[in-house]
């Protein structure tokens, strides 16, 4: 299934989540290597609304709050390298509205 175009990205995700450096559970090295930096935090956000979310998502079950969605896609950085990715979706049953969770590197 399709999640919807307009679905909510939060910019602090982004850049209080995804490329900031954290002790646990640290993406931003990753997305380092692909050449996501706090500097260009818009870029991110604009390729994952452009390159993963017009892609198809896997429903994960409910959750608390509503459903929750995988979509995996192979994310294309601004340096032109290029890594598998897995991104979670969610959309709240009480709003209707779907938003960005997270992303992390697909494992095989």
Do not use: C
């Amino acid at each position: 299934m399709k999640l919807p175009h307009s679905a909510i990205i939060d910019r602090r995700k982004i850049t209080d989540y995804l490329l900031r450096s954290r002790d646990e559970d640290d993406k931003s090295a990753f997305l380092a290597r692909l050449g996501y930096l706090a500097a260009n935090a818009e870029q991110l956000l604009a390729d994952v609304r452009s390159q993963i979310l017009p892609l198809d998502a896997d429903s994960l079950g409910t959750f608390a709050y509503g459903m929750k969605y995988r979509i995996r896609a192979v994310l294309r950085g601004p340096n032109g390298r290029e890594l598998a990715v897995v991104s979670i979706w969610a959309t709240i049953e009480k709003t209707g509205l779907t938003g960005f969770v997270t992303l992390y590197p697909d494992t095989p």
